[in-house]
């Protein structure tokens, strides 16, 4: 069973594994569209966002992959082939086989049979259901339409780890902190003669965001992945970009300083423009008053011709 735990858990890490790197290869193919070059903060801003936004929809979509996938097993009520959840058994003196489905108590003391809870989890109604993972030494045969007993106490039950019905199931609902303690490990490497160059998998100096009591669905859930990172390259953006031109502004306070410098130079440019317009504005004015002299003579001249006339 431990066999059939572990070769589950190297698929998940392969399954999350290959998922990530799909998804990423995905996110890389995508361009950014501007019809200018975008400042450094709006770069960061939109790449952080759309980072996020990736981040979800890789969840949610690993999610329901994984959903679907279990759904189906779920459905068909596969038969593992370690029979943890269904097994056969041929009727005497015919060829038919009866199918009947592993039980299991939902509460286990760690003793024999007497001291279990009467309370039981059937493989035919959910696949969901577990028993303490550990070393056994089990004589006693699985009776039909019985609750899995054990006829002694058990060796040695591994910490967090599951068995039930079904090994992914099972798995997903265990933990890893047995490897994580050394005196676990010995325990478990001393009475299967197995695992003898593991040594324990050290946290203490990781900054993880699971902890070893973490379980593994959860795990799996968030794709095994500890932390996402972003590095953002503005300079190669704006190599890429290659803008034609280039502008900028910036924001000055008003000194007293630069205050009277604008001024003087506001009455500085004032007193060049009067000193061009003023002369010709002066002549315009004198010009008016002789035009106006020119023209009463000129009427005069005219109107004793008129009489005459």
Not at 80 to 85: D, E, H, P, Y
Not at 263 to 269: E, K, L, N, R
């Amino acid at each position: 069973m431990a066999s059939a735990q572990f070769q589950v858990l190297s698929v998940l890490c392969r399954t999350s594994r290959q998922f990530v790197i799909d998804a990423l290869k995905g996110f890389s193919s995508t361009t950014i569209l501007s019809p200018n070059a975008l400042s450094r903060d709006i770069i960061n801003s939109y790449i952080g966002t759309s980072i996020e936004q990736f981040q979800k929809n890789t969840l949610d979509s690993f999610r329901s992959y994984y959903h679907f996938v279990s759904s189906l097993v779920e459905e068909n009520h596969f038969i593992s082939a370690l029979r943890t959840n269904f097994y056969t058994r041929s009727v005497p003196d015919s060829n038919i086989s009866v199918t009947f489905s592993a039980i299991y108590p939902q509460q286990v003391n760690q003793t024999p049979s007497s001291l279990m809870s009467n309370e039981t989890c059937r493989c035919d109604r959910t696949s969901d259901c577990v028993y303490p993972a550990g070393i056994y030494n089990q004589s006693q045969t699985i009776v039909s339409n019985e609750v899995f007993s054990l006829d002694e106490s058990p060796l040695f039950i591994v910490p967090g780890f599951q068995v039930g019905c079904v090994p992914q199931n099972a798995l997903l609902q265990s933990t890893l902190e047995c490897f994580y303690n050394q005196s676990c490990l010995d325990i478990v490497i001393s009475l299967t003669d197995a695992l003898r160059t593991v040594s324990a998998l050290n946290i203490s100096n990781s900054f993880s965001r699971f902890s070893p009591t973490t379980t593994i669905g959860v795990l799996f859930d968030n794709l095994m992945v500890e932390s996402w990172e972003n590095s953002t390259d503005f300079a190669i953006y704006f190599q890429t970009c290659a803008p034609k031109a280039c502008s900028y502004s910036y924001l000055q306070r008003f000194f007293l300083i630069y205050m009277i410098t604008i001024i003087a130079s506001v009455f500085g440019g004032l007193n060049i423009v009067l000193r061009i317009t003023s002369p010709l504005f002066v002549k315009f004015i004198l010009r008016s008053p002789y035009r106006r002299v020119r023209m009463l003579e000129a009427n005069e001249r005219h109107e004793p011709k008129r009489n005459a006339d």
